[in-house]
């Protein structure tokens, strides 16, 4: 049976274009120039791992790796040697870029991700061992012009155990001309096996300026604190987006205000603020508020130790956690809040408690909290 036409991709972001429609990559030129020069010195490793958090740019490095190589010439294809490349770009009337970027598709290209279930009608929840496999068909096919040859698996620590053993034999004993690329949100999840077998290539998040011209590009903009944004959203693309999208920096300010005033919170602003959070439809806003709290918790123990964050990701941050947050005893308190209160709230969530009186939980513990510090 085939798969409806409207399937949502899961190597996409909600909101974003599709990281192969990207023209540029922000903020990661050391990776590429690594990728790069072991391309020019004829050492380019069949297996590269791409690793980070998610949404700062791993899958739009895959895909212009992936576009550079299946764009370079076969051998011997011309009279004169090619100058070495400089860049990854490629023109944008490119035939092989403009197609990619336009349908993902190329007949030296295979992606492996998350596929199609029938029966539930839904996205699987793991790559299952039949996507790797396609691997040995694709590569059994030669390439007609000797060019190269391309697979993305994006994610890699999604696939399941049996789906990995089966990339591990590509890995083992890859063809000429082959490069897997595979983006990984949590490197270490894949098995040892696999990772020792690829060249690993960490990407950091992005920075203020980088993850603003990120968010251009995806035609969103960044608001009107992009340092900000970058400080909540931890230099995610995919989280700045949700951020905007659900008023994220305007929460996140009211729950600094909130807090900021414990122990002695204000109670009449901890019961608008669960009420909001509670409001038919309002699903996603509770999620973000426990989201947003656990943030500030986890900024507040950091903050015991290393001091307030140098950039502030709501006005009076930085005063509420020098004064909530002063030594390590009071960071050590906040880390166990924060491994505590968050969780908590999201176990009686899910036994369908009420919403508006798991806030107003969270809101007395974290008050609690700072008593008991004082």
Known sequence: MSTPDDLPEPDRLEGAPHPRAAAQLHGHASAEAAFLEAFNAGRLHHGWLIGGPRGIGKATLAWRMARFLLAQPAPGAGLFAAPEPETLD?????????????????????????????????????????????????????????GWRVVIVDAADEMNL????????????PPARAVLLLVAHQPSALLPTVRSRCRALPLAPLGAGDLAAALAQAGVAPGDDPAALAELAGGSVGAAIRLLEAGGLALYAELVALFGAAPGIDRAAAHRLADRAAARGAEDRFDLTVALTELFLTRAARAGVTGPPAVEAAPGEHAALARLSPNAAAARAWATAQAEIPARARQARAVNLDPSAIVLDMVLRVDTTARDIR
């Open 162 to 173: 049996n789906a990995a053993n089966a990339l591990l034999k590509s890995l083992e004993e």
């Open 90 to 146: 490629l023109p944008a009337d490119h035939p092989v870029g403009a197609r990619l970027r336009a349908t993902g598709t190329d007949p030296g290209l295979m992606v492996i991700r998350r596929g199609w279930d029938e029966k539930t009608r839904r996205l699987r929840a793991v790559i299952t061992v039949e996507e790797t496999r396609r691997l040995q068909r694709f590569f059994a096919m030669s390439s007609s012009d000797g």
